[in-house]
């Protein structure tokens, strides 16, 4: 018996100890790639494309990449996630990708780097290089396999692999040819949501929308604030009854997103609706005097609920750049505006169940209005075309462009509203 628990000892000492040398070996002093990518409205539109090419996979047998998209998609994951640097490029027959990852405040990365080759069956990885560390693909490929069986059951990992069956380079493009995965069907996508509902609880959800939709029915107020005030103090009812108050300002605001937005909302956080109509087909409900301007606010709050603030502003940017584009509506500073006061509304309402329930304090003090939500926009620079944004601020790292955001940001931080805001969020929301 001795002998048995010094042998499973070492076993665990010598696990931990493969470990601890993977770690070190995959951990460096210094990034191997340096984030160069510029978001720009030619970032924007080239998503869209990509965005729209995914929309069509299930019917669809192929896809593909250029270079210029890969990169866009690069400087998307590096926009999203501060710190991160990647780098994607497709030539000569192949596809190289990078990305570094800073950890411990800077002082170490984590450096991944792989190689993908032309393969007419499945896909062909030669290596891929973890720190100092160079996995063979084959080894790498049945690792990713593994994870994504866990990550994704029943053999989620293996049911994509499998659904790969060759990958081409055309000049600097790469193609995919797949088979849509049995178990990754849209019908299981949906099944996998509700199990997890990794957004809440639709039933909670359901029952804004059933207040917002007889509210609709009772007034003719189409005003954000209303709404929205309306939302709010039903959660502030709701969580005193031992309802977390976050939770309730987390199904308000999805639910609003839903009502006013667009049902493909549903996709992601479940049936919301259930046997409820859609909202009336005249009801144009504006923040601002603005219907476009509440979509905006609406759509980045429920977006920074699904994610993060830097998501939410992301988000409102690249639809603006995308409007500056040739035949847009060019890109709009006030409906910025409204994007970065929906981010901090919602941040606000689920910052922390403190910060929920100073939100529901104010409401039910002050209650709503649409001053209170937004500033005058009047005067707020619109209907920027590609060429004049290019020029004045070519993308959205410049200074010219960080002094408007700047300004905008001042004028939101004078607002009683957004002052509600913890010391943290507020320093960050912008």
Not at 392 to 412: C, K, N, P, W
């Amino acid at each position: 018996m001795v002998a048995v628990t010094r042998w499973v000892l070492g076993l665990i000492a010598v696990c931990l100890l493969a470990v601890l040398v993977l770690l070190v070996g995959s951990l460096e002093r210094s990034p191997v790639v340096i984030s160069e990518h510029r978001v720009t409205p030619d970032t924007a539109r080239l998503a869209d494309e990509v965005a729209a090419r995914l929309r069509r996979v299930g019917s669809e047998r192929e896809i593909a990449f250029s270079a210029d998209e890969a990169a866009t998609l690069a400087a998307i994951s590096s926009r999203l996630h501060p710190g991160l640097a990647a780098q994607v490029n497709i030539a000569h027959q192949q596809m190289v990708a990078a990305a570094s990852l800073p950890l411990f405040s800077g002082r170490l990365y984590l450096n991944v780097s792989t190689l993908v080759l032309p393969s007419e069956h499945g896909l062909s990885v030669d290596h891929v290089r973890v720190g100092a560390i160079d996995w063979p693909g084959p080894v790498a490929v049945k690792l990713g396999e593994w994870i994504g069986n866990l990550s994704v059951r029943p053999r989620g990992g293996t049911e994509v692999l499998s659904a790969i069956e060759a990958v081409r380079f055309d000049r600097d493009r790469m193609v995919v040819a797949y088979r849509p995965p049995e178990n990754l069907r849209f019908s299981r996508l949906l099944d996998m949501r509700d199990a997890r509902q990794p957004f809440g609880d639709p039933e909670r959800m359901r029952h804004y929308y059933a207040l917002l939709l007889d509210h609709a029915r009772a007034t003719s107020d189409e005003r954000l604030a209303s709404y929205l005030d309306l939302a709010m103090r039903e959660a502030a009812s709701r969580s005193t009854a031992g309802r977390s108050a976050v939770e309730e300002n987390e199904a308000a605001l999805l639910a609003l997103a839903v009502f006013l937005g667009i049902h493909r909302f549903e996709l992601l956080l479940g049936d919301v609706r259930g046997d409820l109509p859609a909202r009336p087909p005249r009801l144009h409900v504006k923040l601002a005097g603005r219907q476009g301007i509440q979509l905006h606010f609406t759509y980045s709050a429920a977006i920074t609920v699904m994610s993060n603030r830097v998501a939410g502003l992301l988000a409102g940017e690249l639809k603006e750049l995308l409007d500056a584009n040739p035949g847009g509506s060019g890109f709009s500073f006030a409906d910025l505006m409204a994007d970065n006061a929906g981010v901090r509304f919602a941040e606000i309402a689920t910052a922390s169940e403190a910060s929920a329930r100073t939100l529901h304090d104010f409401v039910l003090m002050h209650g709503l209005a649409d001053s209170t939500l937004l500033p005058d926009i009047e005067g707020i620079e619109e209907g920027i075309g590609y060429d004049a944004f290019r020029e004045r601020f070519d993308h959205i790292d410049s200074e010219a462009y960080r002094e408007m955001v700047a300004s905008i940001s001042g004028e939101l931080d004078a607002m009683p509203l957004y002052r509600l805001a913890e010391p943290d969020s507020s320093a960050s929301a912008d």
